[in-house]
């Protein structure tokens, strides 16, 4: 089946520190890829949508400033964690959309911000 | 809009006796609906989903769930329990009429399962 991969998995950051989180299709073109984000035992809360060639539409209360979104191929979309803080630290979940609209995700960035 | 409510935040089962994991829905459109199961700090994994064709979906693992238009349900289940199915298990739905198709998701039903 198809496969998103999630890079890296897990990360530790300083506080002040900006973070980059991949996300890539690796067998299939993702003309959208979400991002979500999981706060322990809790849900996932869709944080912003990201088009290929476009800039992501972010969900309400989502800073997009602080969490810049880059699709700039169909197969990769970066999530930017800048000037990270602790209560940054959560479980980013990224999910990939093919052409015939099934959604993959990926295993998730585990971030630590101290 | 679309929402999923999962009405159980824990369930505990023996191993070996069935698992019903409940959800209500909510959509102005025709849904999708799917179920997730997520291992602890992993990704998710499709488990089913219901998109307008049998009411009862047959999913990966021994689990189905029913789609009732009627009682705006779409509850899992499996006969039987192994302790492997331990995790936590989304409800999801997405809008299929609608612009986005954005996934809605529950929140959430940690299953245990005891020896």
């Known amino acids: 089946g198809a496969v998103v991969s999630q890079h890296p998995s897990w990360v530790i950051c300083k506080s002040g520190t900006s973070v980059k989180i991949e996300c890539r299709s690796l067998d299939f073109q993702a003309t959208t890829m979400f991002w979500y984000r999981q706060f322990p035992k809790k849900s996932l809360m869709l944080m912003a949508t990201?088009?290929?060639?476009?800039?992501?539409?972010?969900e309400q209360g989502v800073e997009k400033d602080k969490f810049l979104i880059n699709h700039a191929s169909l197969t990769l979309s970066t999530l930017t964690v800048t000037s990270a803080h602790p209560e940054d630290s959560s479980f980013y979940i990224c999910?990939?959309?093919?052409?015939?609209?099934?959604?993959?995700f990926g295993q998730g960035t585990r971030l630590t911000v101290v | 809009a679309q929402s999923v409510t999962q009405l159980d935040s824990h369930v505990s089962v023996s191993e070996g006796t069935p698992v019903l994991l409940r959800c209500n829905y909510s959509?102005?459109?025709?849904?999708?609906l799917f179920w997730y199961v997520q291992h602890p700090n992993k990704g998710l994994q499709l488990l089913l989903k219901?998109?307008?064709?049998?009411?009862l979906v047959k999913g990966i693992n021994g689990f189905e769930a029913e789609f009732k238009k009627s009682e705006t349900s779409f509850h899992l289940t499996k006969p039987s329990a192994h302790m492997s199915d331990a995790a936590e298990y989304f409800c999801?739905?997405?809008?299929?009429?609608?612009?986005?198709?954005?996934?809605?998701f529950g929140t959430g039903t940690l299953l245990a399962v005891q020896p």
């Open positions: 999801v739905v997405s809008d299929r009429g609608g612009a986005t198709n954005k996934l809605i």
């Open positions: 219901y998109t307008s064709a049998a009411t």
């Open positions: 959509s102005s459109y025709s849904p999708s």
């Open positions: 999910s990939a959309r093919d052409t015939i609209k099934a959604t993959f």
């Open positions: 990201s088009n290929e060639g476009s800039k992501a539409t972010y």
